[in-house]
């Protein structure tokens, strides 16, 4: 028998090795888009299948997403799912059918359903098959692109979200429009800011953006109006949310009596509308307020640009990304040109021997006519043009005369030489146009983001309105329907103890300021039932930097000891910490108390009282 022994591995070895190798893969095969072209692979292999079927007319996404199989090594779920992403993006794509919605979160139809082609954006910036470069694919019977040669700055115009194995990507969708600009700019020496736009409209605080890099935040919020007093009109949601989610935001915060509300409908179609019908009585702005304290009708959102350059991950700002596209393409450019330009050359030269070999009959002398072999008759042509051809760039090989041992005899009898002389000039004109684009490529490069602009801009306008936010105060806007009661005798307050003593209107959301007749005092959270202490003196709600509310004691400092005065507010402390408004002496006790809202002046009335044996009053 043959026996084989078993080799032991180590847990701690094996997780390095494998799981690392799994970590690099999803970062760089999956989640994490590249910077030269700004996809993921899965979009990248995409696109390059749309490009492959491409007739000009729609196809069944059923058909792009088999086709794009024989590149993607993964299901056909996250194909289909990638292509509704880009379609709906409405840059890339053209699409037919029912493609889903991205206001109420509606899914797509069935790939079988729908159809897709490529845009004539991406057909005019995206390809260009002589300047990529080609990988064999997963199972090695077809090719990919490492990327696709885009002169574009596409990831920022798209926005990308990814989640990999220790680390996110997270690129905020930005204007058409201001890319252009931004890349104008950029070639021009002038200083540029881009700033997130997004489908869904909204408005948007970018004080914090720090140019979409790690560390950076927004906030957007929610379009809301007032159709009148008693009813709101939610027009335009925050990037990332649909109409549900927000709605049942709303209704959670209602649930949770920090707002008023009568009713919901959602009337969302090509627009988003939301409406908000508030009990009678209540304010409008105040109720406006609250939706964006409790709410998703305002969100923060933490940017991360993360891309791969250079086969590693990479943490940039937008400006970054924008800076490196924007060179990419001229890099581009001058790669096609210099392609162009050796095509052009190429036909230069050979027409030119073409004329030349018909023009000076060459075709007829006897040492070519009765050659005794190929290599004779070529030795003989060539030496017949190469005193003719001497300014040429390139010299004259044997397969260039072997081509023109080709010429039919029919061409030859019908050869014009104006003609030729026209087409060689045209050849001559394209060079020298083509060799001033090489000398003057970041006026080209200008032109081309200038004419990008006015092609396709106008279907690409602002949508999401710029604007700094005022901080909203979640307990100024809260609305007061909770009623706070105390227990003396047994030291607990609460919402709950509805048969003890009412102390006042609250909130869920209030904190609660206590005083205690020794001089000690702390702010709590209001909840239904709380254990506090049995001497308090004083409890009331809370509002923090209030400055108008002003306290007034008089108390006595330790037992037997001197009695003091004190006038004071209280804007800011931890809450659940115990502070004491006297030194805190054992025996002292608090005499007189008011608390005045507006700060009013109290007058206090002392009557001295002889005391038992003083000689001296």
Sequence with gaps: MNHEIARPHQLRGMFQNWFLDFASYVILERAVPHIDDGLKPVQRRLMHSLQTVDDGHFIKVATVVGETMKYHPHGDASINDALVTLGQKGLLVDTQGNWGNILTGASAAAGRYIEARLSTFALETVYNPKITEWVPSYDGRNREPVTLPVKFPLLLVQGV????????????????????????????????????????????????????????????RAKIEKVDNKTLAITEIPYGKTTGVIIDSILKAFEKGKIKIRKIDDNTAEQARIMVYLIPGTSSDKAIDALYAFTDCEVSVSPNCCVIRDKRPEFLGVGDVLRHSVDRTIDLFRR??????????????????????????????????????????????????????????????????????????????????????????????????????????????????????????AAFPRRTTLRNFDNIEAATVAEANEKLYINREEGFIGTSLKKDEFVCNCSAIDDIIIFYKDGRYKVVKVQEKLFVDKNVLYINVFKRNDQRTIYNVIYQNGRGGVYYMKRFCVTGITRDKEYNLTPGAPGTKVLWFSANPNGEAEVVKVTLKPKLRLKTL
């Design 336 to 457: 096609e040109f210099e392609i162009q330009l050796g095509e052009l050359r190429e036909l230069l030269f050979f027409a030119t021997l073409e004329r030349l070999f018909i023009e000076n009959g060459i075709y007829k002398d006897k040492e070519y006519e009765h050659a005794q072999s190929t290599e004779a008759a070529i030795t003989h042509v060539k030496g017949r043009l190469i005193p003719l051809v001497a300014e040429f760039y390139r010299d004259i090989t044997d397969d260039d005369v072997k081509r023109l041992f080709d010429i039919p005899m029919k061409r030859i009898f019908r050869f014009n030489s104006d003609k030729a002389d026209q087409v060689i000039a045209t050849y001559k004109s394209k060079i020298e146009e083509l060799l001033y684009k090489l000398a003057h490529l970041t006026e080209v490069t200008i032109e081309w983001f200038n004419h990008l602009k006015e092609k396709y801009g």
């Design 161 to 220: 979200e990814g989640i990999a194995v220790g680390l996110s990507s997270k690129i905020l969708p930005h204007n058409f429009n201001e890319v252009c600009d931004a890349a104008v700019s950029y070639l021009r020496g002038e200083e540029f800011n881009l700033y997130p736009d997004f489908p869904t409209g909204g408005f948007i605080d970018v004080s914090r953006y720090n140019d979409g890099s790690r560390g950076g935040a927004v906030k957007i």
